[in-house]
């Protein structure tokens, strides 16, 4: 138990950190610097260049970034707003609010997954040093605010549940959607609502009733 806090201890200062550099950045061009360099948002943010990079290694992330997070706004307000306690339907709100969003922002959003590829390419495996991890994080902390009302549901179930239903959300899934199985937007959506709502539905049924 005392690992598990001390890890989520990291993992938020890890995103306040992060936030903070992308805080910093906006800052930057709300002031006129259209481009802001990672550098320069170190700097914002009162961080070091060592740090900044970690997050963002190249300029191209920290701007693919800053396109991204006013696109996903209406998500994050409507997530952030959830009173359904229908798992179901908290999930179909996820959906249905961000997949236009992805068909919409594609265009980023595949730029965006080109950067998340090539800094892990470009990562020294031979290295002891991790590949940065430059996603936000968004798609599973979604996913967590959506299973909030199963606070019954054993931790290893969970896990896997969530990390199962991470596969219906984000560019990655409508890039398998379109670029593989044919399909135009709007059956790569509905492929992707199906198939979300069956692991849903098969992950609770493997709960034991009564707990």
């Known amino acids: 138990m005392e690992a598990t806090r001390q890890e989520d201890s990291r993992a938020n200062q890890k995103a306040r950190t992060r936030e903070a550099i992308v805080q910093a950045a906006r800052e930057l061009q709300r002031d006129g610097v259209n481009t802001p360099t990672v550098v320069q948002a170190a700097k914002e943010a009162r961080v070091s260049r060592a740090t900044a990079y970690r997050y963002f290694p190249t300029q191209e992330a920290l701007l693919v970034e800053l396109s991204l997070t006013p696109a996903v706004a209406p998500v ?50 031979n290295s002891n040093a991790e590949a940065p991890a430059i996603r936000e994080g968004r798609r599973m902390r979604w996913i967590d605010q959506v299973l909030e009302p199963l606070d019954d549901l054993p931790d290893d179930k969970r896990r896997r549940l969530r990390s199962a239903l991470a596969l219906t959300v984000g560019i990655d899934s409508i890039v398998i959607m379109k670029d593989a199985c044919g399909l135009d937007g709007d059956e790569a959506l509905a492929v992707l609502d199906w198939t979300a709502t069956a692991i849903l539905r098969a992950g609770l049924d493997s709960v034991p009733k009564g707990r």
Do not use: I, M, Q
Not at 82 to 107: C, K, M, N, Q, W
């Open 76 to 125: 994050e307000k409507l997530l952030a707003n959830l009173t359904d306690e229908s798992v179901e339907r908290r999930l179909h709100l996820l959906l249905e609010s961000f997949g236009p969003v992805v068909l919409a922002e594609e265009a980023n959003l595949r730029r965006a997954l080109w950067v998340y590829l090539d800094t892990w390419l470009r990562h020294d495996r």
